[in-house]
């Protein structure tokens, strides 16, 4: 029997595949847990710079297995891909509803197929939406769009997820892979993997945090950052000219925040 999730790294990127295409990759049990200890490892390893997930064709994810009804399927993963401090890119290269539209949002970018169904439609189920989606829908899209998608349960397309800022690209099918793909590359090879880290946790946290406070955390991430491998690596490759080789270690060199004093301010370690 194929394994319910397919884990590949190479080269920086570990794609992340949902595989289970006769049941458009409907998440089980079993898959939940696996998908749970690879975001684990891919928080962990500092080889793995970026992830990309995604869904064996034709559907990216539809929903949960109800069909044997054996345990409870739910979007909420552990470590979550907003928790994963490295960039996790949604490949959605099919429909994506119900935890599959969930565990789209949990990720720092998404590309969508043009043609596909999207749509968190649990409440014509008699149900709510989980997997973080009443926490994750409106920042993506604002509360009147999330307000629309979740209490009436409809679907809509690429084109509309993409003009109401739900989808970083919008794209034929067979391109939202491969653009993935490219993103997270350009990410591996470029950007150095602690800041990007620390900004990505920033830009998820921020949220609920002052302008004072997050401009606090800037100057202190920014300090902290300066003192690393790689920031003694950006200084030397400006002033040789160029490029860098960022060989700094996310896991060892990840901030233990003291937040004493800040109630607003949570620890990011």
Not at 80 to 90: C, D, F, G, H, N
Not at 101 to 114: E, G, I, P, S
Not at 120 to 136: M, P, S
Not at 157 to 184: S, Y
Request: aromatic share 4%; net charge negative.
């Amino acid at each position: 029997m194929s394994p319910e999730l397919l884990v590949d790294v190479s080269a920086g990127i570990a794609v992340l595949t949902l595989n289970r295409p006769a049941q458009q990759n409907a998440v089980t049990p079993a898959m939940a847990a696996e998908l749970s200890a690879a975001l684990a490892r891919c928080d962990a390893e500092d080889a793995i710079r970026a992830v990309v997930l995604t869904g064996t064709p034709p559907a990216f994810c539809a929903g949960a297995d109800l069909s044997n009804r054996v345990g409870d399927v739910s979007a909420t993963i552990e470590p979550p891909p907003w928790r994963v401090r490295k960039p996790v890119i949604a490949a959605v290269n099919g429909h994506a509803v119900g935890i599959g539209l969930a565990l789209a949002l949990q990720c720092d970018l998404r590309y969508m197929a043009r043609d596909a169904v999207y749509g968190l439609n649990q409440v014509r189920r008699g149900v709510l939406a989980d997997g973080y989606a009443h926490w994750t829908l409106p920042r993506l899209v604002g509360m009147a769009n999330a307000a629309d998608i979740m209490l009436t349960g409809r679907t809509f397309d690429g084109d509309e997820a993409k003009a109401m800022g739900l989808a970083n690209g919008c794209l034929p099918a067979g391109e939202v892979v491969p653009t993935a793909l490219a993103i997270a590359h350009d990410i591996a090879n470029g950007s150095a993997p602690l800041p990007v880290a620390l900004s990505k946790r920033l830009l998820w946290e921020g949220l609920g945090m002052s302008p004072t406070v997050v401009g606090q955390l800037e100057g202190d991430l920014n300090e902290h950052v300066a003192k690393s491998i790689d920031g003694g690596e950006a200084m030397a490759a400006f002033r040789d000219r160029r490029q860098p080789n960022w060989t700094g270690s996310i896991s060892e060199e990840w901030p233990a925040w003291d937040s004493k004093g800040e109630s607003e301010r949570p620890s990011l370690d």
